[in-house]
């Protein structure tokens, strides 16, 4: 059987998403069918439905925040039932059997990872579409088990936001006694702040604009740092074991090297492209300092994440919308103008 689903979809860069019934594959012995609940709004959709990135296919339905519950599931999947609480983030299939896929790093595959949306079905070669949907089939191997008692609602940016975070924080082995110091208080940075508190680091917060503390403290920061004042970057030299770097655009990381202990790291999470204005090595040299790269994580760090979110009832802090507002929700997004997701109410899709 062929699922019928309504979705949202671009159409085109310039058009507003809009309603767009479609197929979903025919599911497989391995497959899950889940009823989706909730789906957050990342940036990568938006850059996605506009072709800022120039690899968008239309019609493209984003999403790749997703909270449901399984409506069925094929004969060769043991590990969820109807019913079961789930989730599904940026990747829905790799290939399974190179290096990084057997070391469970499936978003590094080094023949390419399946994204959720805009991706192509490695069995029969259809696009994939995202989680702006009813429904959703997808590889028992790429679920998630959601924990009970987490809000259904603030764990679907988790999916996204969450692990993007906290994989390197888990990477560069932060715990108590780090001190970690987190650029820019959006989607991922709130996430960063609470993860890095919960896992017992020190917490830094950067930003350039004045006004961020109270909403920074309450979120896990010990300190805020305004980046644009001299003398408060000079306060913090040489402090930071890893700076998870959350900012969307090209900026200058040079201020922040000196920032960083002897050995840390600065980790960019948010933005990719080219470096402006060039880096200066010699922090890095004199320091052993590194400008290092991460990209969200595989499903068995996911898996550890939605756990220990679960354990330390963690959530991301959410404004639910209704589907037909996403356009309007796009806008403010480009604005900044949310605290800290968006999350999709999918019932609203049936109005």
Known sequence: MTLNVLGYAAQSPTSALAPFPFERRDPRPDDVVIDILYCGVCHSDLHTARNDWGWTTYPIVPGHEIIGRVRSVGAAVTRYKAGDAVGVGCLVDSCRHCKPCEHGEEQYCQNGFTGTYGGTDRHDGRPTQGGYSDQLVVSDRFV???????????????LCAGITTWSPLRHWKVGPGSQVAVVGLGGLGHMGLKLAKALGAEVT?????????????????????????????????????????TVPYVHDLNPYLPTLATNGTLVLVGYLGGLEPMLNTVPMVLGRKSVAGSLIGGIAETQEMLDFCGKHGITSDVEVIRMQDINGAYERLLKSDVKYRFVIDMASLKD
């Open 144 to 158: 998630l088990k959601v924990p009970e008692g987490l809000d259904l609602k603030g764990a679907a940016p988790l």
């Open 205 to 245: 917060l950067f930003t350039r604009s004045q006004g961020k503390e109270a909403d920074a403290r309450r979120l896990g920061a010990d300190r805020v740092v305004l980046s644009t004042d001299a003398a408060q970057m000079a306060s913090v030299a040489g402090c930071f074991d890893l700076i998870v770097d």
